[in-house]
């Protein structure tokens, strides 16, 4: 085995985890992957002596995805509002060992939420250290601060998603409240609607730049319910879907992906709906698992 082989070999082993810090810093598994593979493309055309090729290689990956999250960030064209991230979708009862490397330690949508709403710096600092035990000395030269200044980001990032909210564990338990809802809204039951919302519950929905409204948020049950009866009434195929790990939705209209639904359930009720029908970011995602 010559030194290239060698060396493709160990990035192979460590690709999983690449990814999944990508993941977490770009709430995009396409973007994740075009990151990680710049990695490899960068470490294939390194002549110097990588002494740590796990520090070496999350430090490239770090800093591809924060120039992505910059460009995304100072493009004119993106709307205002929350930006949905594109979801990892599987069908229910299944496991694929790639999506639960991927979000293990609960990537929740949620959670992927509010780490949109962070600055670049702050996004980094907190997952790299928070999640994947980088210390703040190799994170400073990525984000061009000191130790002390990126584990301040860290922290002010960590107040800011200890407001994500948590699932309930229970994955049936989660369905159940959600076909109650999206019965309740096809049905105009607005009692019933009550019944599984939470009175704080959020939506988020992003339909893409060109769409009118482009990206809202919605809070409170009055709001999100009539939501819920508009889109009920557009005449779209649900189907079940396991999206990053909780129970959620994927609609079809006239057979093709109209949107991706996450829903956050804790206490027996609905706290959150994450929905992405941006038909661009739709065309990235494997839907297939979900269709008849």
Known sequence: MDEREWLAERFEERRTRLKAVAYRMLGSVSEADDAVQEAWLRLNRTDEEIRNLDAWLTTVVARVCLNTLRSRRSRREEPLGPRVPEPIVGAEGGTEPEHEALLADS???????????????????????????????????????SPDAARQLASRARRRVRGAPVPDAALEAQREVVDAFLAAAREGDFERLVSVLDPEVVLHADLGPSAPGGRFELHGIEAVAAQARTYSRVGLVIRPALVNGAAGIVTFRDGEPFSVGAFTVRGGRIVEIDFLADPERLRHLDLTVVQD
């Open 107 to 145: 990537v929740g949508l949620a959670l992927l939420v509010v780490l949109e709403r962070l600055s670049s710096a702050e996004r980094l600092a907190f997952v790299l250290h928070d999640v994947f035990a980088v210390p703040f000395d190799e994170i400073a030269p990525i984000i061009d601060r």
